[in-house]
């Protein structure tokens, strides 16, 4: 090293920091060894801040713009204790950039599912993940609360203190919202908002702010969510009956040959049976018993029906039909209230569903007259 490379290093005239990392949030200038010319040019630029450090206490933050490093223009810097050069020889400080644009796209996740009370399914498990954005608000402040000593600091060493606070707000938020689960998905904005602004005061003491967070989706279980899709599919399907009837006609029909074979044996089979019935009845030597044939079981009775009511967005029952009579009777079930039973196309209401509107058509008579 020559003796002039050696004296250009003594003293450091321009100060200023580029970043490439894109995830760098404070760097210190390194002068290890340096000393800061009187009169040096700061360079700080738009999306960044200047924190001067002086023996151990944190003197100014500059904003973007070129500064001159003289008495006139660090006002504060010149009142620490121990500072009887007044610039006029070298001094030695530590300065840390801050990068106080947008850190964007970044992830946050429930590690656990959060157990929530929805109003129709009553305590559910949920998980949920989102992005959000953050950025430093405050630079003196963050360099106190979270870098410290640090010369190079990342978004990494602050993101899953971040992610904590957001899962733990939004755990919050969510149990009491009161908002059904079948409905979040409509109102996952909403939602962002209200633990944006759940966290906002707790990250500001870091320094820090976060202009938005997004939830990208709720999610149940899988096996609700299979037990949900298998009731989203009765729906859709509508009468059983007659779906089978239609999947058996189809079945029959698929194969040209198969389905031919299949009815050759069905009317093989008819034939045997009738055969067999006809011989019953003639006897061993042709001739008709007197007796009659064995009686023939009688059909199973048929199922009742049995309907659920909503109301208040919550839904109850089922209740038979002579339940729904009183029910109607007591005035718990009118002509407007929301039916469903099992094989009906959607919620109908009660008076245009013809099992339900006798219901409300037939009166009592009049009371008989007063006795004399």
Do not use: C
Request: charged share 20%; glycine share 10%.
């Amino acid at each position: 090293m020559g003796i002039f490379d050696f004296l250009s290093g003594q003293f450091i005239d321009v100060i200023h920091w580029t970043d490439e990392t894109r995830d760098t949030m404070v760097w210190r200038f390194e002068r290890e060894g340096h000393e800061i010319k009187y009169g040096a040019k700061l360079t700080v630029r738009e999306g960044q801040a200047a924190v001067f450090v002086h023996e151990g206490q944190l003197a100014d933050v500059f904003t973007p713009g070129l500064y001159m490093l003289e008495t006139n223009n660090m006002p504060i810097m010149t009142s620490l204790q121990h500072w009887d050069h007044g610039f006029k020889s070298p001094f030695k400080s530590e300065i840390y950039f801050v990068n106080t644009t947008r850190f964007n796209d970044l992830k946050w996740g429930t590690k656990n599912p959060i157990i929530a009370r929805d109003p129709e399914f009553g305590p559910v498990r949920l998980r949920a993940f989102g992005t959000y954005s953050v950025r430093v608000s405050d630079p003196a402040r963050f360099l106190t609360e979270i870098v410290g000593t640090d010369g190079e600091f990342t978004m990494d060493e602050i993101s899953f203190q971040i992610r904590n606070i957001i899962v733990q707000a939004f755990s919050r938020t969510l149990a009491s919202s009161g908002i059904p689960v079948l409905d979040m998905a409509a109102n996952t904005r909403e939602l962002g908002q209200l633990v944006g602004k759940e966290i906002e005061a707790q990250i500001a003491e870091y320094g820090l702010a976060m202009p938005e967070l997004y939830i990208e989706n709720i999610s149940l279980p899988p096996a609700v969510e299979a037990v949900m899709d298998k009731r989203t599919s009765m729906g859709v399907v509508g009468n059983l009956n007659e779906y089978m009837q239609f999947q058996a006609a189809e079945a029959l029909g698929r194969d040209g040959a198969g389905g031919a074979a299949m009815q050759t044996g069905l009317g093989a089979g008819l034939g045997m049976s009738m055969a067999q019935a006809a011989t019953a009845q003639a006897g061993p030597w042709g001739a008709r018993p007197a007796a009659t044939a064995a009686p023939v079981a009688p059909p199973p009775p048929p199922v009742e029906k049995v309907w659920h009511i909503a109301e208040n967005g919550a839904t109850s029952g089922p209740f038979s039909k002579a339940a729904m009579g009183r029910k109607a009777s007591e005035g718990n079930l009118g002509r407007d209230s929301m039916v469903w039973t099992p094989g009906q196309d959607g919620w109908q209401r009660a008076e245009d569903v013809a099992e339900l509107a006798q219901l409300f058509t037939v009166m009592p008579p009049p009371p008989p007259p007063p006795a004399p």
